[in-house]
């Protein structure tokens, strides 16, 4: 009855959207778009215009496959393993339900991809800027009027300008951006700038040119890593649907019949539950470990 009332509903929604003009895509993809803005995180929300800028985030369109994909899978696995279509529709409905958390940890890793290129193009140019200015402030100048920069990083390079000239040293600019962006390249280039202006180096030249190589190793070993997890990634989500499907030897050993007539039974409904759950704990943990923490060294 329930299943029932659901297909009517969906018939006179789409007939009512089709009659007055509206394509029920659009009107979906509205809806679901006029949630986001209004209870996504801020955040989220500049994580996610970044990922607009860069191409990288996905298109309505894109997300509507995505649930459709999410919930005939979902919903094809639980059948499989209960052979009832209510379960199936409950699966199916919490499978979906995941996305924004799948689309936020996406974003996150673009994110952090992004900002650690920007810390990379921010460490070479400014030890290329002071080789020329022998000034920490006006290599910092240098880098911002470039243009080479972009927001966050940009603006935060223009913050560690207006301290410097605030406070008359170059020592609260530095903490600011080393605080904000704690990356081991960061704070090593700041840690030796802050030895030159001090100390008064008069030839700094080999030490600047030892920390650029420091510098490409630790973004070489970046890269290597980021190209690692993606070749992890791919193996691992495929070993982790593959395993959903293991319950397809007991149908085999036992019969359709039989192990239709088994999972009437409370412990082997617990025990398929069971199964499901952990297996998904066990996919979202490896989405977890891959989008997160990919641009540090």
């Known amino acids: 009855m329930e299943l029932i009332l659901l297909l009517l509903i969906a018939v006179f929604v789409f007939t009512y959207r089709k009659n007055n003009g509206e394509n029920i895509y659009k009107f979906f993809s509205s809806q679901v778009q006029s949630l986001y803005e209004k209870y996504a995180p801020y955040s989220f929300q500049i994580v996610r215009e970044k990922a607009k800028e860069l191409g990288q985030e996905y298109s309505a369109r894109q ?30 409905i919490v499978a979906v339900s995941f996305i924004p958390y799948l689309a936020y940890l996406r974003l996150q890793r673009i994110y952090s991809e992004f900002v ?10 400014v030890i290329m800027e002071f080789n020329t200015t022998q000034s920490f402030v006006k290599a910092l100048e240098g880098v ?33 951006f080393s605080q904000k962006y704690p990356f081991y390249i960061v704070k090593n280039m700041h840690q030796l700038f802050l030895q030159i202006t001090k100390e008064g180096a008069r030839d700094s030249g080999e030490s600047l040119e030892n920390m650029m190589m420091d510098i490409d190793s630790l973004v070489e070993g970046v890269y290597r890593d ?30 359709t019949d039989q192990f239709a007539a088994m999972t009437k039974q409370l412990f082997v409904q617990i025990l398929l539950h069971g199964i499901l759950l952990i297996n998904s704990y066990f996919l979202l943990s490896g989405e977890k470990y891959y989008n997160e923490d990919v641009g540090a060294e």
């Open 144 to 176: 911002y009027e470039s243009g080479v920069l972009e927001d966050p990083v940009a603006s935060d390079v223009k913050m560690m300008i207006d301290l410097s000239y605030q406070n008359g040293t170059i020592d609260q600019s530095l903490t600011y």
């Open 63 to 92: 997300y509507f496959v995505q649930v459709g994909l999410f919930a005939g899978f979902a919903g094809g696995v639980a059948y499989l393993y209960f052979f009832s279509i209510i379960w199936a529709i409950i699966y199916a």
């Open 226 to 255: 980021r190209m690692d997890r993606s070749n992890f990634h791919r193996k691992f989500v495929q070993y982790g649907l593959l395993l959903y499907f293991l319950v397809l030897s007991m149908i085999l050993l036992l019969g």
């Open 116 to 125: 650690f290129e920007q810390i990379q193009t921010y460490t070479t140019n």
